[in-house]
């Protein structure tokens, strides 16, 4: 895959340049592979779907049916549960590799990207070459940077303070008191996991939060509500799935949950915040094994200070606060005058927090050969959309060039 010719320490590639080797990337390429398209894919780590490898706890099961995580052309393994744990995907994401003989460089972190208008290449640049291309497709992720944010008196704390990217089990914490900062899908397993593991944790709640249960009747909730939406206006389904959530999970606002007044599909399409899917933290918040707290204040020495004046003591804390898109810091064209320039002529790109303009499904295509896949805020439904679309686009270039 790729073939380059390598001159002085750069490498020309006939086909498109893609970054990062998550489900994003290796989808992609898999579609220009069909299509008889070569391409190079250069990843940071050392291997294919570090996210889920590297970053990722040991409890992790795809939060939707395997139906809706399965990437383009080959499907998962019959045998596999309907949610496969964060293992089962990997072993996936490794033979999707293999069966379409993708091999990534690794070890390739690409530190800038700029298109030269006068050649018509994209110059793309890592630690230790150059590379060219007439395409370049981001697939680094919606995720690619931990977010940490600045609470006052975090550097005064005596205990260890660690992102979840770095959580890996609850074995670590056994009768400790933990803090955890934040209240998405994450944050509400990590707590539930630290419960099982004998942990006292006390949850962060500082804004709004939808909890739905994960499945209702026996079907997965996001089925019934891509069913429904084939039929009712979003606000209708968006009542039904509240109406069934209360009855089944009881008022969460008692609880301390406050339900934003929009509700869960209408915010999710405003604003890409995913309703938390609940797998068992709702009972353990019932039954007082996770604490839900009020804002963090400022952290002590030895603990938190919160918003409601609280104050308690913690051995450790742990960051839920989720992820960046990091493209802004290796794009050039994503800089604000090159945007501005841009979008005078129409070209769709980035914002200036790595996310492309336009939304889905329409954020794949830039201008100059420019494509963004994964970036759809659909976690890995919206990737198969982007990849054959990607692929189809490029292969007509490329049979053009090549006179096909
Ligand atoms: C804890 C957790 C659980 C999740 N669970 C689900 C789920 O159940 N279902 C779901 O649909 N989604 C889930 N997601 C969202 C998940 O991020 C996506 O589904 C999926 O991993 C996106 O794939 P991707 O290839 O776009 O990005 P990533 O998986 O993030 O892959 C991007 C790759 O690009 C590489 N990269 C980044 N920057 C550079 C650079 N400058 N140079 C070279 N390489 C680079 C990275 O190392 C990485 O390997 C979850 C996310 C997290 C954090």
Redesign the pocket.
């Known amino acids: 895959m790729g073939a380059c010719k390598k001159e002085d320490g750069n490498w020309f590639s006939p086909g498109p340049i893609i ?7 290796l989808a992609v390429a898999a579609c220009l592979q069909e299509n008889g398209v070569s391409s190079v894919v ?4 050392d291997c294919i ?4 490898q590297k ?2 706890y040991d409890r ?1 099961k ?3 049916p395997k139906q809706f ?1 399965q990437l383009p052309l080959l499907d998962f393994p019959e045998n596999f549960p309907k949610y496969p744990t964060k293992h089962q995907f990997v072993s996936y994401m490794e033979s999707y590799a293999k069966h379409f003989g993708i091999e990534p460089r690794f070890n ?3 530190s800038r990207a700029e298109f030269d208008s006068v050649t018509g290449f994209w110059r793309v640049e890592t630690q230790d070459f150059r590379y060219f291309s007439k395409w370049l497709i981001v ?6 940077e931990p977010v940490v944010p600045e609470i006052q008196g975090m550097d005064k704390f005596q205990g260890p303070v660690m992102h ?1 990217s770095v959580y890996k089990s609850g074995s670590e914490f056994q009768n400790q008191r933990v803090l955890v900062v934040g209240c998405g ?2 944050g509400m397993e990590v707590s539930l996991d630290l419960c099982s593991h004998n942990a006292i944790p006390h949850m962060v709640v500082r804004n709004s939060v939808h909890v739905l249960p994960r499945e209702m009747f026996g079907i997965s909730t996001f089925t019934i509500a891509m069913t429904l939406l084939k039929f009712f206006p979003l606000k209708l389904v968006d009542k039904f799935l509240l109406l069934v959530a209360n009855f089944t999970l009881g008022n969460t606002d008692k609880l301390n949950l406050r339900r934003p007044k929009t509700g869960p599909l209408e915010l999710k399409n405003a604003t890409g915040k995913t309703p938390v899917l609940d797998v068992g933290a709702l009972s353990q918040i019932k039954s007082c094994r996770i604490k839900v707290m009020e804002g963090v204040k400022e952290i002590t020495q030895k603990g938190a200070r919160f918003t409601d004046g609280q104050e308690n003591e913690f051995d450790s804390i742990i960051l839920a606060t989720g ?1 960046r898109s ?1 493209v802004p810091a ?1 794009l050039k064209a994503c800089n604000f005058l090159t945007l501005t320039v841009l979008s005078l002529y129409g070209i769709p790109f980035f914002t200036k927090d790595g996310i492309p303009k336009s939304p889905f499904p329409n954020g794949w295509k830039g201008g100059n050969g420019l494509y963004a ?2 970036f759809t805020r659909r ?3 919206g ?1 198969s959309s982007d990849a054959v679309n990607i692929a189809k686009d490029v292969t007509d270039q490329w049979r053009i060039i090549k006179g096909l």
């Open positions: 970054v990062g080797a998550g489900p994003s990337g250069l990843e940071r780590t779907a570090s996210l889920w970053r990722t992790l795809l939060h939707l995580c390739q972190s690409v697939a680094s992720g919606e995720n690619a979840t899908n994450s992820y990091n290796w896949v994964g976690g890995l439904l990737i």
